[in-house]
């Protein structure tokens, strides 16, 4: 069983749509999480971190974790072709790993 | 600029023949790392360093080195490269050691080695 585990997709959605992607780890005592965007042929840039339990938003962006069931989603609100890109779920191993999952690819078309 | 450098950019070279990928980063961090990403692997640690003559394993660090004599630069070392070293490589820093400070990791642009 990998540390941190994502669909790899693609996942397609229209433009303007919700875009879910959703990531699943397996160390219950982690205790930071991320979602960095990985555009094709580009180097991973960090768009989300979270710590608690509960919703985090950021414009457009929606992290969501859930420590007893040991998930982390991302919300992307009024997708755009822009968002086209992987999207990486990162997991913090003891005090300075981090454990990335293989990636989600996004596609959103117009 | 705030950068992480690394060169060169694209790489393709000979099984056994010494190669060193350079890694800089211009932002006075601490904490500098390498991973090489693989499809349906995602990014796996090599090493990583906490600062200057401070290195660790990462989760893959087999046929790798690393050393770290100054802040800024952080090379990667393949002594003998075989052709399962073909990836893509990407050096990471990060401000500070330690709680959420390392969270932020700023990446290089990438290096795609081909070991042939």
């Known amino acids: 069983q990998k540390e941190v585990e994502q669909n790899s997709g693609p996942l397609s959605v229209p433009e303007g749509a919700i875009a879910s992607l959703n990531c699943t780890y397996s160390d219950r005592g982690s205790q930071s999480f991320f979602w960095y965007r990985q555009y094709s042929g580009k180097s991973p840039e960090l768009i989300m971190s979270i710590y608690s339990n509960g919703d985090k938003e950021d414009g457009r962006f929606t992290a969501q974790l859930n420590k007893a069931s040991q998930y982390v989603s991302l919300l992307i609100r009024d997708s755009q072709p822009s968002d086209s890109a992987t999207y990486l779920c990162a997991v913090k191993r003891g005090y300075n790993k981090l454990i990335f999952g293989a990636g989600t690819r996004l596609a959103v078309h117009p | 600029e705030a950068q992480v450098t690394q060169n060169p950019r694209y790489l393709i070279t000979v099984t056994g023949k010494k190669l060193t990928v350079t890694c800089s980063q211009n932002m006075n961090h601490e904490y500098m790392s390498w991973y090489r990403q693989d499809p349906g692997l995602g990014l796996r640690q090599i090493y990583y360093s906490m600062n200057v003559e401070v290195t660790d394993k990462g989760d893959v660090p087999e046929g790798y080195k690393v050393s770290r004599k100054e802040k800024r630069n952080f090379p990667l070392i393949l002594e003998s490269p075989s052709p399962n070293q073909t990836s893509l490589y990407f050096c990471?820093?990060?401000?500070?050691?330690?709680?959420?400070?390392?969270?932020?990791?700023?990446f290089g642009p990438g290096t795609r080695l081909t070991v042939l």
């Open positions: 990471a820093s990060s401000p500070r050691t330690g709680d959420t400070s390392t969270d932020t990791q700023y």
